[in-house]
């Protein structure tokens, strides 16, 4: 079971670069990397997700070290609207790998200041 | 068309009740789920259909169960809730990976 491991609360600015750090020691060879985003009351909603190096789509970029031992959620000018909870998910979700990648930790509550 | 859609958005059910909460999707997806959100609190996966078939139960008692009429639907009957189940219901559904397309969610309250 591929765990991960993420700090509970964050604070930034308007504007800012946010990055968002979880690591996943024991991540296995099929497993690939994803992040959500949840606002309250709403289901979660897909950000990113990549298997090893960068991926970047139009709101966000991952970062995934050569070891992929960790990876970095980053968001760019963050406003208000980003405040939320963000989740690292990590499992085999194309070959029928069981629920790892299903599996949610307990997330980082991400708080964006004026 | 590339939505979850749940109903109902809020059910307020006794102890006694029998209910349903229903789940659709038309993005073609083969692979559908059942999560169930507390508070504050990570959505637990509790259901995994593929292919129409169910393929993890994560251990979840018996008084919810899973029904896959079709690849688009897909059905949570609740019988003899506990207080405890109270929570946000939340469906899924991805392309048998990959993405997880999640509903809005069904708030349920058990008096």
């Known amino acids: 079971l591929a765990k991960t491991t993420q700090p509970i609360s964050m604070d930034s600015y308007e504007g800012q670069e946010v990055n968002i750090t979880c690591s996943h020691n024991n991540i296995a060879t099929n497993d690939y990397i994803t992040w959500y985003q949840q606002f309250p009351s709403q289901g979660p909603r897909f950000i990113i997700q990549?298997?090893?190096t960068k991926v970047t789509n139009e709101v966000a970029s991952l970062f995934i070290p050569a070891d992929r031992k960790s990876s970095t959620l980053s968001l760019p000018r963050v406003s208000l609207s980003d405040t939320a909870v963000y989740y690292c998910?990590?499992?085999?979700?194309?070959?029928?790998?069981?629920?790892?990648?299903?599996?949610f930790g307990k997330g980082t509550h991400l708080i964006i200041q004026p | 068309d590339t939505e979850v859609t749940q109903t109902p958005k809020h059910l307020v059910m006794g102890m006694t009740n029998k209910k349903s909460l229903k789940c659709e999707q038309h993005m073609g997806h083969r692979a559908m789920y059942w999560y169930k959100q507390k508070a504050k609190k990570p959505p637990e996966l509790m259901f995994v259909y593929s292919y129409e078939k169910l393929s993890i139960n994560e251990s979840v008692p018996s008084r919810f169960s899973p029904e896959c009429p079709n690849s688009s639907l897909l059905n949570l009957h609740l019988h003899a809730l506990q207080p405890e189940d109270s929570a946000l219901y939340l469906c899924?559904?991805?392309?048998?990976?990959?993405?997880?397309?999640f509903g809005e969610g069904s708030r349920l309250t058990v008096l």
């Open positions: 899924a559904s991805s392309l048998g990976g990959g993405e997880l397309f």
């Open positions: 998910l990590v499992g085999d979700i194309y070959s029928g790998g069981g629920a790892d990648g299903l599996t």
């Open positions: 990549g298997y090893k």
